[in-house]
T-cell receptor, first 112, second 115 residues
């Protein structure tokens, strides 16, 4: 089941710079997208979400962009901080289902 | 800030034994979920639960699995006869809303090791 894909397993960014994490999806029925952050030995922590009727949502340092025609979304973190170092999961759902479908995750490392 | 809690944090069991994983969802949430993540793999949906009934379940959630809300605060996942391949992190989640768009909030997980 590859409905949600995160093709970059890892990303390394210098503190203060922008981190861009990408996610692609194949199911055109998806209408809600979420980003979660996960530290080792912890559960996924909700970061930010976007509905398919929007193309951008911003919350502090985090912005999610949705390109429906390309079936692509991205998470921008600016400025990046060492505490942002974690695994980031993209997830999606669609009307009529309860479940979230997750990508494989991207490990972000922010170095000083 | 309200959070989902799970116990135990780590459970070790012998193959064939029954295990019960416990969760306390966020207090004003009415929709509850279980997910699992096998080491190195994706987080996978197992089951959703509302109003004392299973709302949706995945192919993984076979007859060996069951869920229950035994009281007003706990939500449990039971595996009747564990197999080696049940070894995984099990995450409980809860949400205010039902179906998309709903934001699900996850607990810290229980690491289940089946020997």
């Amino acid at each position: 089941d590859q409905q949600v894909k995160q093709n970059s397993p890892s990303l390394s960014v210098q503190e203060g710079r922008i981190s861009i994490l990408n996610c692609d999806y194949t199911n055109s029925m998806f209408d809600y997208f979420l980003w979660y952050k996960k530290y080792p030995a912890e559960g996924p922590t909700f970061l930010i979400s976007i509905s398919s009727i929007k193309d951008k949502n911003e919350d502090g340092r985090f912005t999610v962009f949705l390109n429906k025609s390309a079936k692509h979304l991205s998470l921008h973190i600016v400025p990046s901080q060492p505490g942002d170092s974690a695994v980031y999961f993209c997830a999606a759902s669609y009307h009529g289902t309860d479940k979230l479908i997750f990508g494989t995750g991207t490990r972000l490392q922010v170095f000083p | 800030e309200p959070e989902v809690t799970q116990t135990p944090s780590h459970q070790v069991t012998q193959m064939g034994q029954e295990v019960i994983l416990r969760c306390v969802p966020i207090s004003n949430h009415l929709y509850f979920y279980w997910y699992r993540q096998i080491l190195g793999q994706k987080v996978e949906f197992l089951v959703s639960f509302y109003n004392n009934e299973i709302s949706e379940k995945s192919e993984i959630f076979d007859d060996q699995f069951s869920v229950e809300r035994p009281d007003g605060s706990n939500f449990t996942l039971k595996i009747r006869s564990t197999k080696l391949e049940d070894s995984a992190m099990y995450f409980c989640a809860s949400s205010e809303a039902f179906a998309s768009p709903n934001t699900q909030y996850f607990g810290p997980g229980t690491r289940l090791t089946v020997l």
